[in-house]
């Protein structure tokens, strides 16, 4: 006889047996292999039939045996659906899963594509699905059929890294470590990504830590869950951070004299150039590292840091860096000379040329830019005109500018006579320095010279006129910086007024001054006016000098030394006689009259006496007698003018000599 076994449902079982099942029937039992199994019994009849498979009793019941060979039994084992779900809102259903029931020791397998046919009863379950492993019980009877499994997982899950500027971290160096639990979910990068999607990932609380060479940038704990699938987290990291360089005074620091490197925490150097406005940027600056700037500069040579942390993705250095200028300006003069030079000097371990400015023409003043400079450093500002050297030292910067005042000063040289006139025609000359370094020499006009570009120093003054040195003056550096410099020469104007008798004015007499100084001899002439009056200006009258004032005027002259304390000369001429043919004194007009009354005189007697000649010659015949007479009276006028005209020669040489 032949015992078939079906499903409770009336399966077909003979692809779904896992083991053999145990036929009881009487006293007969036999273990069969397949839902087949041949019996033999020696009668017919009612027996009592039980059937175990997998140590489950799965039937129990008297079977009432005829004559039938087949016999089908309806046993306690189904077919159980297992189907695996996600923890999703909407779950979703897996298919990619493995499990087995226990049943009594005995492992019976699952999956999407295995069916599991189980006996009644209440059973563990073991599942596995994506390294996730889940396991419980489940009761199989008529009406459970299926066992629905929901792991704590949710289908997919999205993690999005956004940089503390809320820009992508996409390229950041980084690696990252995902754990769930003990069990690490995820380990990727460097580089990282923005983006990293988790499928079928359990549901709840994960850690994750993103390192950047050995240091952690980020690191927390988030859920994932089906509320939480889209995860968004912010790494420690700014993804570009601009950097502001500004001087100490708050302007751009941008130079071409000027280097920048970038020290990070890590040691990396890195070469970074600030635009116009002071700007350079950083990629993937992690939050509070600490960054050195070094700055550069070429000019001086040396190296200035400045340390700055990264809070936020914009950062300002403040430096002691301040653009410079150079400003000169003369103390005391309009302007600076062309031959002056400035050198600028920074002086560190040894002074380092910043600066060097060679005037070639005559200018204001010197504002010279002269780079970025530390504004607490020192410096040395030296100029240099003509043997002269003036150094100025700074410890410090101010505003920008260093102010350097050269001591040249526009002096101007009022010189007057000794009756305070102002002189003109002298030569003036200015001697500045120990020995004289610089000479400066001019013509007065009007009684004032000026100079250009004198340096404060004691120096020494002289007026020469004519030749002679009238003033000799030591200077002092103060009446130098005062700018006007007065003095007064030994220099004398002398007036000369020249008259004859009835104090009548002698026009056009030459009047002569001769000044005797060391062998020198200066000789001023001039003549008087309508007025009788001369003029002698800027006669110079150093100590120790003669004058000898000298008045001619037509064969009349005096003589006469003068003075400085009297430069009103009044001459007298003895001239009584003043007509464009004849001057003469007065005892000469006496004599000149005295003899033409004489003459006068004289020609009437002799017309007389020829008239009266003439009568005898009349009366007498003999021609020889009037001829001795005429012959004799002529000679002894001949004699008598000849003696007068002696005598008149004699007085006139006497009178040259009063």
């Known amino acids: 006889m032949t015992v078939i076994i079906v499903g409770y449902n009336g399966e077909d079982l003979s692809q779904h047996l896992v083991d053999a099942w145990k036929l009881n029937i009487g006293n007969l039992t036999k273990t069969c292999p397949s839902v087949r199994c041949t019996i033999n019994l020696t009668s017919y009849g009612v027996y009592n039939v039980t059937i175990e498979y997998l140590k489950v009793l799965v039937f129990k019941s ?3 045996i005829s004559n ?3 016999i089908k039994l309806r046993v306690n084992i189904t077919k159980v659906e297992v189907k695996l779900y996600t923890n999703d809102t909407m779950p979703l259903q897996l298919d990619n899963f493995s499990g087995y029931f226990d049943v009594n020791g005995f492992q019976v397998p699952f999956d999407k594509n295995t069916p599991v046919y189980l006996p009644f009863g209440t059973f563990r379950y073991f599942v596995s699905f994506s390294n996730i492993n889940r396991t419980g019980s489940f009761t199989v009877d008529g009406r459970s059929t299926r066992l629905d499994i929901v792991l704590p ?11 503390l500027d809320n820009e992508s971290p996409e390229g950041f160096n980084a690696s990252l470590t995902l754990r769930y639990g003990e069990r690490i979910v995820l380990k990727e990068g460097p580089p990282l990504r923005d983006k990293y999607s988790l499928s079928y990932p359990l549901a709840g ?7 950047y060479r050995g240091q952690t940038v980020y690191e927390g704990d988030f859920t994932i869950d089906k509320n939480n699938r889209r995860v968004e987290l912010k790494i420690g990291v700014f993804r570009r951070v601009e950097i502001r360089v500004l001087t100490a005074d708050n302007r751009p620091l941008y130079s071409d004299d000027i280097s920048f490197e970038v020290v990070s925490p890590l040691n990396d150097r890195m070469k970074v150039t600030p635009n116009q406005d002071g700007y350079f940027s950083l990629e993937f600056c992690p939050y509070n590292w600490r ?13 200035f840091t400045y340390d700055f942390y990264v809070k936020s993705p914009s950062v300002e250095v403040q430096t002691e860096l301040v653009s410079t200028y150079l400003r000169v300006s003369p103390g005391g003069s309009a302007k600076l000379p062309g031959n002056l030079s400035v050198t600028l000097y920074y002086i560190s371990s040894s002074p380092i040329v910043v600066k060097v400015v060679s005037l070639s023409r005559v200018v204001d003043q010197v504002n010279e830019p002269v780079g970025f400079l530390p504004i607490r450093g020192r410096y040395r500002v030296v100029v240099e005109y003509a043997g002269y050297r003036w150094t100025t030292d700074f410890d410090s910067v101010a505003h920008g500018i260093l102010v350097v005042t050269v001591p040249l000063f526009d002096v101007r040289i009022s010189a007057v006579d000794l009756d305070g006139n102002p002189l003109y025609g002298c030569i003036v000359a200015l001697r500045v320095g120990q020995p004289s370094r610089l000479v400066f020499r001019d013509q007065l006009r009007n009684g004032q010279a000026f100079f250009s570009f004198v340096p404060s120093d004691y120096g020494s003054l002289s007026v020469n006129c004519s030749g002679l040195e009238v003033l000799s003056a030591s200077i002092l550096p103060k009446e130098i910086e005062a700018g006007s410099i007065n003095v007064t020469a030994r220099v004398k104007t002398f007036l000369v007024t020249v008259k004859g008798w009835f104090n009548r004015a002698l026009t056009g007499a030459n009047v002569t001054l001769e000044v005797k100084y060391k062998g020198t001899v200066l000789t001023f002439s001039t003549t008087t006016d309508s007025t009788g009056t001369a003029v002698l200006r800027n006669v110079p009258l150093p100590l120790g000098s003669n004058v000898t004032l000298t008045v001619s005027y037509g064969g009349f002259s005096e003589v006469r030394n003068v003075y400085e304390g009297s430069p009103r000369q009044e001459v007298f001429l003895d001239v009584f006689l003043d007509t464009p043919f004849l001057k003469a004194g007065l005892y ?3 004599l000149l009259l005295a003899t033409i009354v004489f003459v006068a005189a004289a020609s009437f007697v002799v017309a007389r006496r020829v008239a009266r000649i003439a009568t005898f010659r009349s009366m007498f015949e003999e021609g020889g007698y009037f001829e001795e007479e005429k012959e004799g009276f002529l000679e002894r006028l001949k004699k008598l003018f000849g003696k007068k005209e002696e005598k008149e020669e004699e007085e006139e040489s006497l009178d040259i000599f009063v």
Do not use: C, M, W
Request: overall charge positive; glycine content about 2%; aromatic content about 8%.
């Open 291 to 303: 960054y050195t700037l070094r700055v550069k500069s070429n000019t001086l040579g040396e190296v």
């Open 153 to 163: 997982i949710i289908s997919s899950a999205e993690i999005v890294f956004r940089t």
């Open 588 to 590: 000469q007009t006496v």
């Open 205 to 211: 609380l994960y850690h994750l830590r993103v390192d």
């Open 68 to 70: 039938s060979t087949t």
């Open 62 to 64: 008297p079977v009432n």
